[in-house]
């Protein structure tokens, strides 16, 4: 089980990602979680939406420079060494992560060469992989409402 994650290359200059977020929210498109990297001039701006297809629309009429691949999401335990515990079995299997970045509460991407190898080796551990339509639903508030 993959979600899709949309990476978007933009000129690192004020306004930029702005443009980006306010047309999703012109969309109704909900970011779930993000990572920016800069490279300089340039950045890759990855996403993680509830739903990718719109927010690949939305990008196409923007003009913006855009892919979309499947990654995988976990949701972890909220206990100490639960991160530590999921990159020993990758690394000890061989797997190598080639970046991670945290979405809201416990979940967190992982982006691996090998999914379905990922896939296979996560799923005696106890963690729960996460599919691109629970990433739809609302979220429940922190705060109780």
Same mark, same amino acid.
């Given at each position: 089980?993959?979600?899709r994650?949309? $990476?978007?290359?933009?000129?690192?200059r004020? =306004?930029?990602?702005?443009?980006?977020?306010?047309?999703?929210?012109?969309?109704d498109?909900?970011?779930?979680?993000?990572?920016?990297?800069?490279?300089?001039?340039?950045?890759?701006?990855?996403?993680?939406?509830?739903?990718?297809?719109?927010?690949? =629309?939305?990008?196409?009429?923007?003009?913006?420079?855009a892919?979309?691949?499947?990654?995988?999401? %976990?949701? %972890?335990?909220?206990?100490?060494?639960?991160?530590?515990?999921?990159?020993? !079995?990758?690394?000890?299997?061989?797997v190598? !992560?080639t970046?991670?970045? $945290? %979405?809201?509460?416990?979940?967190?991407?992982? $982006?691996?060469?090998?999914?379905?190898?990922?896939?296979? %080796?996560?799923?005696?551990?106890?963690?729960?992989?996460?599919?691109?339509?629970?990433?739809?639903?609302?979220?429940? $508030?922190?705060? =109780?409402?």
């Open positions: 089980m993959s979600v994650q949309i $990476s978007v290359f933009l000129e690192s004020p =306004g930029h990602l702005r443009r980006v977020l306010d047309a999703f929210v012109a969309a498109v909900s970011v779930r979680g993000y990572c920016a990297s800069d490279t300089g001039d340039y950045g890759i701006v990855r996403f993680v939406v509830d739903d990718p297809e719109r927010a690949m =629309g939305v990008l196409k009429n923007m003009g913006a420079a892919t979309a691949s499947e990654v995988l999401c %976990l949701r %972890l335990a909220d206990e100490p060494g639960e991160l530590a515990r999921v990159m020993g !079995v990758m690394a000890d299997c061989g190598n !992560v970046y991670s970045y $945290s %979405l809201i509460s416990t979940f967190i991407v992982l $982006s691996v060469k090998d999914l379905a190898r990922a896939e296979e %080796l996560l799923a005696g551990e106890p963690v729960e992989l996460v599919g691109q339509e629970e990433l739809a639903e609302p979220l429940a $508030s922190t705060d =109780g409402r």
